[in-house]
């Protein structure tokens, strides 16, 4: 069936670098993406989304980038701290009963960095 | 600002046994989820609920039940437990009258079948 899956599994950075975090999906009337980090024993925390009318999308310290031809999205994150260590999953929201959503997950992407 | 609480956090059940997860939602929040996580998996959906309805249903087992009440909270009910049931529980609501279906997640349970 359709998935949302992420090239690596693991990145480890040096603080202050910049981090990048890949994701392709495989649904292409998939039309709102969003990005959540879950740090161990708690549950993912929300951290950026975007739709597909859009290529980019900026936060604090993070984007999200959308490039629907190849079905990929990723999110940098700058000057990347301790703090930023966790688990990252991006994930597809589908419609579903009517105008609920639920999530489609990807793999997520270990994330640490080293002071 | 009020999150999503989920009881209890730690649950440890033998085989065979019941087992009866609780969800609060973010206050006037109108929908529930339930996803289930397993050891270095991806959150699954299992069931979601919409103004005390269920709105849609995913990979739950048939041993597995829902509902959500007059107040919001919602009740996951499991029973035969099994080995495998043993995941992380979480539980995430959302508020389609804000405008931007975001799902915002409760700590989970984490439940453990001896």
């Known amino acids: 069936g359709e998935s949302v899956g992420l090239h690596l599994p693991t990145l480890s950075v040096q603080e202050g670098d910049n981090s990048i975090i890949n994701c392709a999906y495989s649904n292409s009337a998939s039309d709102y993406f969003i990005w959540y980090k879950q740090e161990s024993g708690k549950g993912p925390q929300f951290i950026i989304d975007i739709r597909s009318n859009m290529d980019k999308r900026q936060g604090q310290r993070v984007t999200v980038l959308l490039n629907k031809t190849v079905k990929h999205l990723s999110l940098q994150i700058a000057a990347t701290q301790p703090g930023d260590s966790a688990v990252y999953f991006c994930a597809e929201n589908m419609i579903s009963g009517g105008s609920n959503y639920k999530l489609t997950f990807g793999k997520g992407t270990l994330l640490t960095v080293n002071p | 600002a009020a999150g999503v609480i989920q009881s209890p956090r730690h649950l440890i059940k033998e085989k065979r046994e019941t087992a009866t997860l609780k969800c609060y939602p973010i206050?006037?929040?109108?929908?529930v989820y339930w996803y289930q996580q397993g050891p270095g998996q991806d959150p699954q959906f299992l069931i979601s609920?919409?103004?005390?309805?269920?709105?849609d249903k995913g990979s739950i087992p048939d041993r597995f039940s829902a509902q959500q009440f007059s107040d919001y909270h919602s009740e996951l009910n499991m029973s035969s437990l099994e080995l495998g049931d043993s995941a992380l529980y979480f539980c995430?609501?959302?508020?389609?009258?804000?405008?931007?279906?975001?799902?915002?997640f409760g700590p989970g349970t984490r439940l453990t079948v001896l």
């Open positions: 206050p006037r929040h109108d929908t």
């Open positions: 995430a609501s959302s508020s389609p009258g804000e405008g931007r279906d975001t799902q915002y």
């Open positions: 609920f919409y103004e005390k309805m269920q709105s």
